[in-house]
């Protein structure tokens, strides 16, 4: 079922001279309708003769820029960076209109902003505007708490307000969606005036512009003293394709199991084993609807039962979807889990071609134009992952597939880290040992760094036939004691301005290399028009912490070496 809602708007000045409310909604553009909606209500603080402006800023500022924000962003992460940000721009015009000279008051406003996505909805409030759930047949519930002090003449003096303090706490709210939903975001000119059952029976009545527009005459009639306004949204429709729904699944459905050629899955029927790495099985197979080829990616079966192996299959499918949403180049494809699926599976599109691990088998070394080609399309597609706080945390030459069509593409995100995986997902020590820098090694947390060393030491290996610093086997610790070789002294055609990139990529000290992927990306198009410069030899007590202490016994041992020979033998 699709993301479907219906969104009434009412507003009235009332018996102000000015309207200070301000209010909006704002769908997912098109080709991410997944993320659904964003909506908010504020009432500008009056006082100071700006409320109009705070309030307007503050609701088409987050209305603009929510859906800007990375979609694996978890909800309350987006909305508290923009308030917090818009609470940051008014705080600051705010005491520079205190200064000296300057004229007018502060610009101050509550916000109330509702976010549905999926079966979830996400409240951040702050002041006295309200929000309010009303479910079939059960009692209109507030969902806000006001930041307020009552005063006996009626008004509210906010203790909380969006541009009052350089910082602003926000209460954040979530709950599930279910179709049929009505969700009232009022000012207090409404809901002042108004007692719930009455908002209750507005509410619900119409359709939501009707019921909206009802809520406000409705106030005005009971002798508001305020502007008057009011938003309703009614849920009509959800998308059940989120990442709590593919935990679900990944809880509620078994992995199928074992299946030969001809099996049938679901409407695919399989045509080839392609992988099995003892956590993971990889099928080919036929889409029996449009006989388009498939990948399935299941568990193994001796990893059924495994409930973290489970959650981490399902938050890969979620973050391909989102990663490879619309055909991104550099990734695969991810196709939505079917609602009568039986068992849990993900599947992908099929791109017949060669892994880069493959490649090296055969030994072929590139040339420098395509080691090239493929480094600024691997760097594009992990500057797209970092852009939405995306981790890759296992980039190796297994993992970069040259497709017959000619286009790279990234695989497997199972390890990949979002900001919302599992606990266990996030502390488990990801990645090919060889190609993990040295940081990890001391105990630092994977980081964008570590994605861009994997890219350097895959880059090195394709070019070179050699790891720049050596084989190292899953039980072994990483040991960097010796820089690596400059590539142009093991190929002699390596251009000077590559020998020196690829030196910069590789760098033991984080310091000395590319800091993101757009800057590796900038560096491999300048070429030998503006080439980077290769980093210093790394001195031998960085490269060996017991290096001083090794010279030392050694220096002491020859000292007394000398001293017995001098005893024994040489005349006194």
Known sequence: ???????????????????????GAAFAPRGAEGRGLIAAIADGV????????????????LLGDYFATPETWETTVALDRLISAQNSWLADHNRRRQGPGQEGGAALTTLTALALQGQTWTLAHVGDSRAWLLREAQPLQLLSADHALAHPDLRSRLTRA?????QVQVDYTQGEVRVGDSFV???????????PAQLAALAAGGDAQAASQALVDAALAAGTRDNATALLIRVRGIDARQLRDELADGRRLDPPGPLKVGDLLDGYAITARVADTGVHRVYQARDSGTQALVA???????????????????HEAWLGLRVGASGAPGFVTVHPRRADASALYTVFDWHPGRTLEQMLAQRRRPTVAELVEAAGAWSRALGRLHRMGVLHRDLKPGNLHLGD????????LGVAVSGRERAAQRVLHAGTPSFINPEQW???????ASDLFALGVTLYLWLTGRLPYGEVEPYQSGRYRRDAQAPARIRPDVPIWLDHLLMKAIARDPRLRFESAEELLLALERGASRPVNAPPPTPLLRRDSAALLK??????????????????FLPH
């Open 296 to 314: 399935i990616k299941t568990l193994n079966p001796a990893r059924a039962a495994d409930p973290e192996e489970r959650a981490m299959l399902a």
């Open 551 to 568: 010279l030392g016994l050694t220096v002491s041992l020859l000292f007394n070496a000398l001293l017995v020979v001098w005893l024994l």
């Open 162 to 166: 969006v541009g009052l303090d350089l």
């Open 185 to 195: 975001l009022t000012t207090d000119g409404v809901h002042g005036v108004l007692k």
């Open 442 to 448: 001391s105990g630092a947390p994977a980081d964008a």
């Open 1 to 23: 079922m699709s993301f479907e809602v219906e969104v009434g708007f009412a507003s009235d000045r009332g018996p102000r001279t000015g309207n200070e409310d301000f209010a």
């Open 405 to 412: 069509d000619g286009c790279w593409r990234l695989l497997d």
């Open 46 to 61: 009056s006082g100071g003769g700006r409320g109009m402006e705070a309030a307007q800023t503050t609701v088409m500022g």
